[in-house]
Structures are given as C-alpha cells and as structure tokens.
C-alpha cells in the first residue's frame, strides 16, 4: 500500500504563486507516474498535471499550461506543484494521485488510473 499525503495549500491573492507538495509513504517503489488533479466546489475533480517516473515527461491541463510546473524527487517519493499567477478560477482541492502502472518514460491525465489518492489541499485565490 501507498499513502500520500498533501501538504502547502493555503489562500493567496490573484497573481501570486503558491507550492503545494505530496509526499508518498509505504511501497513507493510501488509508484511509477504521479499527477495532479482539483476539484472545484460544484464541479467535478479534473486533471492538472502529471509526471513520469523518469521525470522527464510532463503532461498540462490547457487551463493551467505556462502557469504551473510539476516536478518530483524520486529519492524523497516526493511531487510538487510550483503555481505562479493564480487566478481565481484556481481556487479549488488540489489532490495528489500515483499510478500503479510499470511505465518510465509516460504518464496519464486519466483520474481512473491512478491507484493511490491523497487526502487533498485547500488553495483559495482571492480577487
């Protein structure tokens, strides 16, 4: 098994930047791609961004492309999500995700393979 666990969410005015992290426990090596998602209060939970294992690989909702980084640290089973010029629209539970599945180089924006969910992270923009 795999927890993971958020952490850095907080509230921040539009235009500002904000890091949240996820940092897995357990059978890490386990985990291969890792990725982001949110969930806006009455909408559904979407995909943000994700990363191969390799880390070489990254994949961006159009919503938030040039506007926020995804990275990982293998050694420290740790993914982070750099935000920078929030909107409000931003404003939503950021939750971390970990695929199961045996691939380096390639990840997936598809909430259904993901095999591992955190708890997930408060980020308010305010106008």
């Known amino acids: 098994q795999v927890q993971l666990v958020e952490s850095g969410g907080g509230l921040v005015q539009a235009g500002g930047s904000l890091s949240v992290s996820c940092a897995a426990s357990g059978r890490t090596d386990s985990i291969y791609a890792m990725g982001w998602f949110r969930q806006a209060p009455g909408k559904e939970r979407e995909f943000v961004a994700a990363?191969?294992?390799?880390?070489?690989?990254?994949y961006y909702s159009d919503s938030v492309k040039g506007r926020f980084t995804i990275s990982r640290d293998n050694a420290k089973d740790t993914v982070y999500l750099q935000m920078n010029s929030l909107k409000t629209e931003d404003t939503a539970v950021y939750y971390c995700?970990?695929?199961?599945?045996?691939?380096?180089?390639?990840?997936?924006?598809?909430?259904?393979?993901?095999?591992?969910w955190g708890q997930g992270t408060q980020v308010t923009v305010s106008s």
């Open positions: 995700a970990a695929d199961r599945t045996v691939r380096f180089f390639s990840a997936t924006n598809v909430q259904d393979e993901y095999d591992y």
């Open positions: 990363i191969s294992r390799s880390a070489d690989t990254t």
